[in-house]
Nanobody, 119 residues
Framework: QLKESGGGLVQTGGSLRLSCRGS????????IGWFRQAPGMGYEGLSR???????HYADSVKGRFTISSDNARGTVYLEMNSLKPEDTAVYYC???????????????WGQGTQVTVSS
């Protein structure tokens, strides 16, 4: 089970840190990723962190967002800086046994957390 938190309203250029807390499994065994869905749009993969610590970022967030994991706390974070109005979306975390499986067949999703960036 995954649960996101940390969303909210922020001005353009501001920062937020999202958290994805997992329970019932070991983060050491899964790849955890962050996705978002803007109004009327499909899901967009943003970033992922594999069990070995390897990270990957979409071009749209590279250099602005940072993913990290605290396996002892069972939590993955997404630090978001230099936020833009186009970052407004519901942000979700998801897990899968491998990075390849994450976009198409994740094991579970969180319920999402709203991020709104005002201009």
């Amino acid at each position: 089970q995954l649960k996101e938190s940390g969303g909210g309203l922020v001005q353009t250029g501001g920062s937020l840190r999202l958290s994805c807390r997992g329970s019932g499994f070991s983060f050491n065994d899964y790849t955890i990723g962050w996705f978002r869905q803007a109004p009327g749009m499909g899901y967009e993969g943003l970033s992922r962190i594999s069990s070995d610590g390897t990270t990957h970022y979409a071009d749209s967030v590279k250099g602005r967002f940072t993913i990290s994991s605290d396996n002892a706390r069972g939590t993955v974070y997404l630090e978001m800086n230099s936020l833009k109005p186009e970052d407004t979306a519901v942000y979700y975390c998801a897990q899968a046994p491998t990075a390849v499986q994450l976009p198409t067949s994740p094991t579970s999703w969180g319920q999402g957390t709203q991020v709104t960036v005002s201009s």
